[in-house]
């Protein structure tokens, strides 16, 4: 990468100014930032001049990801994509089809630092932020590779969202215009391990997204020994940081539970959890929500899932003490859906 303007990152008001300093009318902005949410590259920009798109051409780049591998389920149609970038990094994506519209599970760093061991995706560090427009490209590159819409984001692919607070902001934004892909804030989901400095940031934005928290754990001991961002940030206050968010939004919060057999899937987990949560929330009329999930066997993790009937166990017992719980459907299993298995086999 080199100092040319990452043009698939800037706001319509950005490229106004743009357009200024080239002595170009400001309404060739919109044209521009339309195109670009196409994923149009500046040659296959014919409604404006040739003089203009080469000049962009010299001052600009398009980082937009491209395919370098496809793997679809033969089971449910789920698409998992090794997005490539401009430097050779590579990231994930999966495509998942719901009868209420197309999901993209989106990545926004190149690994992550966070060290979660049940994860894959944090298996060998983080190597460097995404940009805005390489999230953005994620979803770009899918809907140009199926000819179908992406309708509803979840950003809970490989990589923090929260330690990219920025570029995930900018996304955010640029995602949600009604001049470009004109996804709904309200159709988007952002997960974090509880990177709790970034969800008070995240709550003065008041975006109407969903904010999903990794908790995976009942109490302080069990999470700091899987999840070391707990050594930090304590679930006390993690949950503290939860029950503010929801008092500025006035969005549900979901906590995700992956079920780590032998770890922390017994019902005396469960019963802990609903007690926490519950308490937690105690004077909040927040509506709480624990999707499950049954962990993805990696093999440097050594952690291994339960059987679906101890899964359906811990599930009831939540919504016996009024914890509303669901088990999340595995969707590509025959593709390895699950972040940071193919980038992970590719660098190999």
Known sequence: MDNKIDILSLYPEEIEELMGRLGEPKYRAMQIFA????????????????????????????????????LVSKIDGTVKYLFSLIDGECVESVLMRYNHGNTLCVSSQVGCRMG????????????????????????????????????????????????????????LRLVNHEKGLNIGYRHISLSTCGVVDGIYRLAELEFPITLSISLHASNDEKRSEIMPVNNKWGINDLLTACVDYYAKTGRRISFEYTLISGKNDTPEDARELASLLRNAFAESDAPVHVNLIRVNEVSETGF????????????????????????????????????????????Q
């Not at 051409?57 to 937009?64: D, N």
């Not at 298996?123 to 427009?133: H, K, M, N, Q, W």
Request: overall charge positive; proline content about 1%; hydrophobic content about 35%.
């Open 116 to 171: 979660c061991r049940f994860c894959a995706s944090t298996i060998g560090g983080r190597v460097r932020d995404l940009t805005a427009s390489e999230i953005l490209g994620q979803i770009i590159a899918a809907e140009r590779d199926t000819g179908e819409r992406v309708s509803n984001v979840v950003m809970m692919g490989i990589g923090e969202p929260l330690d990219n607070f920025d570029n995930t902001v900018r996304f």
């Open 304 to 347: 291994s899932r339960g059987s679906r009937e101890s899964v359906d166990r811990f599930a009831d017992i939540l919504n016996r003490m009024g914890v509303t719980a669901t088990v999340r459907r595995r969707l590509g299993a025959d593709v390895n859906a699950a972040c940071g298995q193919l980038r992970r086999a590719k660098r």
């Open 35 to 70: 195109f670009l949410s196409k994923g149009a590259s500046l040659d296959e920009m014919t409604n404006i001049s040739k003089k203009l798109r080469e000049r962009l051409s010299q001052i600009c780049e398009m980082r937009l990801p491209k395919v370098e591998e496809k």
